[in-house]
């Protein structure tokens, strides 16, 4: 059974949503550290307890994005279609 080092940390919530993540903690039987965990991993991973590794995005990656439509005229009314204009 592998370890887990935790390291402490302080965080500033307003009143009102520490009673939520409280009360929410109480309903699950967790304390609030677990729960605040759970919610850290499942926010960034997607799955609690998998990490994945976001892609990095950027223009050069639309021609592998891009989709055969048959349709001529998408660049000329690229800014009707992409901004409604």
Request: charged fraction near 30%; proline fraction near 2%; charge should be positive.
């Amino acid at each position: 059974m592998a370890t887990i080092d935790y390291i402490t940390t302080n965080i500033r919530l307003p009143k009102e949503d520490l009673k939520v993540l409280k009360q929410e903690a109480f309903a699950k039987e967790q304390s609030v550290g677990a729960l605040l965990r759970s919610l850290v991993r499942e926010h960034f991973t997607g799955r609690a307890g998998v990490h994945t590794k976001r892609a990095r995005r950027s223009v050069w990656d639309l021609p592998k994005r891009a989709q055969k439509t048959g349709a001529r005229n998408l660049a000329s009314n690229v800014d009707r279609i992409v901004y409604g204009i």
